[in-house]
């Protein structure tokens, strides 16, 4: 089942210019984790967020956690072509279940 | 330090058949996960290994199985294939059991059922 609905699913923009992913869950979290998957290609983990944690930083990333609103947002600033990828949010239930992916946001950095 | 290993990284294979996928974890890591990666479904959770015993499955019919060896390389295997079985398989390692930690993926094997 899904837990994560990424919001949008696809995001075009221009080189520079700031990119915003948006996340909802549907259970209580122990964590969120925001992974990259470059074309088909293996998923790099990106940062991971703990659900006593509103916010965190790494590099041009910053994540924000509202468990009240079950929601996370991924902010890439000063993006980059090489940014250019699908973005996964992945809900840690604590449950039977490992990780639990939501389906991507397509994003494409133009040069 | 090398990262995760996945042999094959591409196949074909007839319906009705089947197919082991390998994956070798980072050193030292003892926890194993596989996942099928669709188009449709996206990232589905199959199993986790730690320390050769399957902790958690995910919900997929008992024709997908899997098992990791003492040196905590697992292998995945899927009988009597279906043409949705086709997808991208990914394996994941991580130093211990449970999602607390990031996972390390592999690139993935992709897996053509004809």
């Known amino acids: 089942s899904q837990q994560g609905e990424e919001d949008p699913q696809a995001l075009s923009i221009q080189e520079g210019e700031n990119a915003t992913m948006n996340c909802s869950y549907k259970?209580?979290?122990?964590?969120l984790q925001w992974y990259r998957q470059n074309s088909g290609r293996g998923l790099v983990h990106l940062i991971l967020?703990?659900?006593?944690?509103r916010e965190k930083h790494s590099g041009r990333l910053r994540v924000t956690l509202d468990t009240s609103k079950k929601s996370s947002s991924l902010l890439i600033t000063a993006s980059r072509a090489a940014d250019t990828a699908s973005y996964f949010c992945?809900?840690?239930?604590?449950?039977?279940?490992?990780?639990?992916f939501g389906k991507g946001t397509k994003l494409t950095v133009n040069p | 330090k090398a990262g995760v290993t996945q042999t094959p990284r591409y196949l074909i294979k007839t319906r009705g058949q089947q197919v082991t996928l390998s994956c070798s974890p980072i050193?030292?890591?003892?926890?194993v996960s596989w996942y099928q990666q669709t188009p449709g479904q996206g990232l589905q959770f199959l199993f986790e290994y730690f320390s050769e015993t399957q902790r958690n499955k995910g919900n997929f019919p008992g024709r997908f199985s899997g098992r990791q060896f003492s040196n905590s390389r697992s292998e995945m295997n899927v009988s009597t294939l279906e043409l949705g079985d086709s997808a991208l398989y990914l394996c994941?390692?991580?130093?211990?059991?449970?999602?607390?930690?990031?996972?390390?993926f592999g690139p993935g094997t992709r897996l053509t059922v004809t």
């Open positions: 050193s030292g890591h003892r926890s």
């Open positions: 259970t209580s979290i122990n964590n």
């Open positions: 994941a390692s991580s130093w211990v059991a449970g999602s607390s930690y990031e996972q390390y």
């Open positions: 967020i703990r659900s006593n944690e």
């Open positions: 992945a809900a840690d239930q604590g449950g039977s279940e490992k990780l639990v």
